[in-house]
């Protein structure tokens, strides 16, 4: 069973537009949420999470919103920027649990100039 | 400060035989994890050593091993190397429970 689902597999925008990312997760004892960028020939990195508490946390270009309710979270990338494309993974874990994450199956960013 | 790092960076071996990978985790990290990624995949958890102890264990095979060291380097030992096998190996250090820092991971292809 796939805890964690990551859509859409791919996404196109257009430089200074939104780019959006979501995930919905089956676990609600999950509580720490983080969103990973990653470059080709390289680890993820860790981008921006959120603790289930907040509906939604915001760093610069990036906000996580975050639905507990639906079991669901969001990352939108405002102003996208041909440097932000990458592939985005959504992860979920418990933190108590020695925090073993539960990663999406990515998303593959590509910015247009 | 330095980052997490792992070596080596590619590594080729045929199938059946065994592989040991290492990591360095960041400075004042206690936790290190590792994941394998298939190529397009999200990355997976295989187990992660907290104070050089298991700490907890994926879903993955017991030829996959680990150990953790005082100062908290870790290895990764995969015996009996199956095609399947081949895929970037990640390993992550922390502090306690608090976030995850990714290393650039070890490519490893099984022929």
């Known amino acids: 069973q796939q805890q964690v689902k990551q859509s859409p597999q791919s996404l196109i925008v257009q430089k200074g537009g939104i780019s959006i990312i979501n995930c919905a997760y089956e676990?609600?004892?999950?509580?720490?949420f983080p969103w990973y960028q990653q470059f080709p020939g390289k680890g993820p990195a860790l981008l921006i999470a959120i603790r289930p508490d907040v509906s939604e946390k915001k760093e610069g270009r990036f906000t996580i919103s975050f639905n507990k309710s639906a079991k669901q979270f969001s990352l939108h990338i405002m102003d996208s920027q041909p440097g932000d494309s990458a592939t985005y993974f959504c992860a979920a874990s418990l933190l108590y649990n020695f925090n073993k994450f539960y990663f999406g199956s990515g998303t593959k960013l590509n910015v247009k100039p | 400060e330095t980052g997490v790092t792992q070596s080596p960076t590619h590594l080729i071996k045929t199938r059946g035989q065994q592989v040991t990978l290492r990591c360095s985790s960041q400075s004042g990290h206690n936790t290190v994890s590792w994941y394998q990624q298939a190529l397009g995949q999200g990355p997976q958890f295989i187990f992660q050593?907290?104070?050089?102890?298991?700490?907890g264990r994926g879903n993955f095979p017991p030829r996959f091993s680990g150990l953790q060291f005082p100062n908290y380097s870790s290895e990764l030992n995969v015996n009996a190397l199956e095609l399947d096998d081949s895929a970037l190996y990640l390993c992550?250090?922390?502090?306690?429970?608090?976030?995850?820092?990714f290393g650039p991971g070890t490519r490893l292809t099984v022929t």
């Open positions: 050593y907290y104070r050089e102890e298991e700490n």
């Open positions: 676990n609600t004892a999950f509580d720490y």
């Open positions: 992550a250090s922390s502090f306690d429970i608090y976030e995850q820092y």
